[in-house]
Nanobody, 122 residues
Framework: QVQLMESGGGSVQAGGSLKLSCAVS????????MAWFRQVQGQAREEVAR????????YYADFVKGRFTISQDNRNYTLYLQMNSLKPEDTAIYFC???????????????WGLGTQVSVSS
């Protein structure tokens, strides 16, 4: 049962924008913390941003600060990642993740989506 489903990936030129969505269903709707990760083939998955769903507090990796914005739509159980000023090095598969624990306690995420490809050309 797929509980997180990403969409919105695609191909853009450098400097462009994309908005990713992550639809939440099933037990994942009980999550307290959600995040976006990305992974380049052959490299480790890295965290991009996370959000505390109750407080709305956010965390961003340094390499996306000022360019990406994580947000939530609690009514529609959807997580977003607005990506602006995209760079070729942002090219990766982007995954959303969720967990019932608070953001300060999460080490291993309970739920993962299947990912959506983002490709940025120079």
């Amino acid at each position: 049962q797929v509980q997180l489903m990403e969409s919105g990936g695609g191909s853009v030129q450098a400097g462009g924008s994309l908005k990713l969505s992550c639809a939440v269903s099933g037990y994942a709707v009980l999550a307290s913390c959600m995040a976006w990760f990305r992974q380049v083939q052959g490299q480790a998955r890295e965290e991009v941003a996370r959000i505390n769903l109750g407080r709305g507090s956010t965390y961003y990796a340094d390499f996306v600060k000022g360019r990406f914005t994580i947000s939530q739509d609690n009514r529609n159980y959807t997580l977003y990642l607005q990506m602006n000023s995209l760079k070729p090095e942002d090219t990766a598969i982007y995954f959303c993740a969720a967990d019932r624990r608070s953001c300060s306690d999460v080490e291993r995420w309970g739920y993962w989506g299947l990912g959506t490809q983002v490709s940025v050309s120079s």
